[in-house]
């Protein structure tokens, strides 16, 4: 085992993911650049540094994500910290405009199919990873989980008329934050005792390909609360959800 804390990050080969890699390994970290194809990775992981390494990550296929935690286990025998962040949007043509995408998601029109590929990305696949890295986030003196989440996913946030991207809350990737959010709390009880903390970071809107490039912040700045929530002493907290400016309600 490597005397180096070990992140993983999932979906690092582009965006905020990249820029949450890039973070932790000026950390110190040996950093895991998860992506779903490898020479993307590897790309990336050199772009990065000598502290990345690509991994081969596709967060929807079992196989795949147990072949990861078996590599990890195997060359570099810990694992210290997990990024939850890969995740899409929509399942449609990618060069569609943001308004077109919020249109197609609106409850009444949303595509069952697109339903299930989007919560199979934000939903299960946060699940299944986690699941499968808990043996060696088990073992780590101060593990930390960190699931890249969404305000979009707030129902407090969404339930208020006063709220301007109140119109956006469809059926699709909204809600898929909303569970993504109940999944983090979930695994936040069941790990506390363990000493595992497992929080929400809302990285605000960001521009990256998963909103066309529309956001208005910089991947610099959406990787800040999921890096801070990464670094968390052992006084931090478990179980929230929160974004640069602080808490956030369900």
């Known amino acids: 085992m490597q005397d180096k804390p070990v992140a993983l990050v999932t979906g690092a080969n582009k965006g905020i993911g990249h820029q949450i890699a890039k973070d932790l390994a000026a950390h110190g970290f040996t950093v895991l650049v998860g992506s779903r194809s490898l020479k993307n990775g590897?790309?990336?992981?050199?772009?990065?540094?000598?502290?990345?390494?690509?991994?081969?990550?596709?967060?929807?296929?079992?196989?795949?994500?147990?072949?990861?935690?078996?590599?990890?286990?195997?060359?570099?025998?810990?694992?210290?910290?997990?990024?939850?962040?890969?995740?899409?949007?929509?399942?449609?043509?990618?060069?569609?405009?943001?308004?077109?995408?919020?249109?197609?998601?609106?409850?009444?029109?949303?595509?069952?199919?697109?339903?299930?590929?989007?919560?199979?990305?934000?939903?299960?696949?946060?699940?299944?990873?986690?699941?499968?890295?808990?043996?060696?986030?088990?073992?780590?003196?101060?593990?930390?989980?960190?699931?890249?989440?969404?305000?979009?996913?707030?129902?407090?946030?969404?339930?208020?008329?006063?709220?301007?991207?109140?119109?956006?809350?469809?059926?699709?990737?909204?809600?898929?934050?909303?569970?993504?959010?109940a999944v983090t709390l979930a695994f936040a009880i069941e790990l506390e005792s363990a000493g595992i903390k497992v929080n929400a970071a809302c990285p605000g809107f960001t521009g990256t390909d998963l909103n066309n490039f529309a956001g208005t912040r910089t991947v610099e700045q959406g990787a800040r609360e999921p890096v801070r929530m990464a670094l968390l002493d052992e006084n931090g907290p478990t179980g929230t959800f929160s974004n640069e400016d602080g808490p956030l309600p369900w």
């Open 42 to 181: 590897e790309e990336a992981a050199k772009s990065i540094g000598a502290d990345a390494r690509a991994l081969q990550l596709d967060v929807t296929n079992q196989a795949s994500v147990d072949a990861a935690a078996e590599h990890i286990r195997r060359e570099l025998g810990r694992l210290d910290v997990l990024v939850n962040n890969a995740g899409i949007s929509h399942a449609g043509n990618p060069d569609r405009p943001l308004e077109e995408i919020a249109e197609s998601c609106r409850p009444s029109v949303a595509s069952l199919d697109e339903v299930r590929s989007v919560f199979e990305t934000n939903v299960f696949g946060v699940i299944a990873v986690t699941q499968a890295m808990l043996p060696l986030l088990r073992e780590a003196p101060a593990a930390r989980i960190v699931n890249v989440s969404s305000e979009a996913g707030s129902l407090t946030l969404n339930a208020d008329p006063a709220n301007p991207h109140r119109p956006m809350f469809g059926a699709v990737y909204s809600p898929s934050k909303t569970a993504l959010n």
